[in-house]
């Protein structure tokens, strides 16, 4: 078979997709990219976000740079009445620092108490390497504790250069991503209760 006549298989992915270029004959630059194609015989399993009622969530938070970490802290919880959570299913624990977050997140998504855990702090870059060391076990503690004990535990924890940065991330010019973790807590905590027990 002619390998100019061979016909071509297409595949498609849900994000934009750049090949390679490819150089035409003619001395043009062919850019290719793909899109995801869905079948209507695939199903779908998305977590809700208006079937929050009867959901519990537990939020731990850290008081190390508490500026910042109340101002999440309030954030999420405003998101929650907001998307009908009852103030009683929802359980605030305070830690210490970020580094202390993952343990006691994994000790209250075993106890089954909890559809979901948010997990809030803010590590701020200082002049030695102590802030790579917190950030990176912070996340990968969460990430492990949401594995381990099989409830989804998100990762609120802010990493940012400065204290303006932090701020700006906790109400300020970028929003409030203590907000936005309880969105996304509701969301996965929806998702386990009717999607995935």
């Known amino acids: 078979m002619n390998p100019k006549s061979a016909p071509r298989t297409l595949i498609s992915f849900s994000s934009s997709v750049r090949f390679p270029s490819t150089h035409l004959s003619n001395g043009r630059t062919s850019e290719r990219s793909a899109s995801l194609v869905v079948s209507a015989s695939n199903k779908r399993l998305i977590g809700s976000l208006m079937n929050a009622k009867g959901l519990r969530f537990a939020v731990v938070v850290a008081r190390f740079n508490e500026v910042v970490t109340k101002l999440l802290l309030e954030g999420a919880l405003e998101t929650f009445r907001r998307y009908s959570v009852k103030d009683d299913d929802v359980t605030v624990v305070e830690v210490p620092g970020s580094f202390e977050i993952p343990v006691v997140a994994q000790k209250l998504g075993k106890s089954g108490d909890f559809d979901a855990i948010l997990c809030i702090g803010a590590v701020i870059r200082g002049d030695t390497t102590h802030y790579d060391a917190v950030a990176n076990s912070a996340a990968s503690g969460v990430l492990s504790a ?46 386990f209760q009717h999607h995935l027990k």
Not at 155 to 168: E, K, P, R, S
Not at 179 to 191: G, Q, V
């Open 146 to 191: 949401g594995l381990s004990s099989g409830v989804p535990c998100i990762f609120g924890v802010l990493t940012c250069d400065d204290m303006d940065q932090a701020l700006n991330r906790a109400g300020g010019k970028s929003g409030n991503k203590g907000a936005e973790t309880a969105l996304t807590a509701i969301e996965m905590a929806s998702l």
